[in-house]
């Protein structure tokens, strides 16, 4: 919001893991006015029961809901993309498994090539290089300071 000025008709691209922080996106979005693109791997797709709400919410609000497993897809025309740990605390064992299903899913700039003209980044940090790229990470449309900058008054 303080970067576009609103909310409103803004599409948020989600590439990455089905966990927390996509839910809290999943929750808000469509009563905000936002649309919602997610790409997650095969067996990391969000919970069902987040994604059932998700859906009457689009509908009820008039927002677009996509859930695909193709980050292109899911970055065409979007605003904001957006990641977040592949591997969660509590999941440090996965690791292997969890790198192996995300490969393809790490945000670069060729991913930024399918968003908006006006896109940014988001990522709630700490931040890994497999899922975002210094490219992308350091470039002038990544707001991740800016949005660790502004947690802090919510924390």
């Not at 919970?47 to 009820?60: F, M, P, Y």
């Not at 980044?121 to 700490?126: D, G, S, V």
């Not at 890994?128 to 947690?151: C, G, I, M, T, W």
Request: glycine share 6%; charged share 25%.
């Amino acid at each position: 919001q303080e970067h576009y000025g609103g909310l409103q008709g803004l599409t948020v691209a989600w590439i990455g893991d089905g966990n927390n922080v996509l839910h809290s996106f999943m929750m808000s979005a469509a009563k905000l006015g936002m649309h919602l693109r997610i790409a997650t791997p095969r067996g990391f797709e969000p919970d069902i029961r987040i994604t059932k709400i998700t859906e009457q919410n689009s509908k009820e609000y008039g927002t677009k809901l996509l859930l695909t497993r193709d980050p292109l897809e899911a970055a065409d025309s979007a605003n904001v993309l957006v990641t977040d740990t592949w591997i969660s605390m509590g999941q440090e064992e996965e690791k292997t498994e969890r790198l192996k299903a995300f490969q393809g899913y790490q945000i670069t700039m060729q991913t930024a090539k399918s968003a908006a003209s006006n896109w940014t980044f988001l990522h709630c940090l700490p931040r890994k290089p497999e899922e975002v790229d210094d490219e992308v990470f350091y470039s002038p449309q990544s707001l991740v300071f800016q949005e660790a900058e502004n947690r802090k008054w919510t924390i």
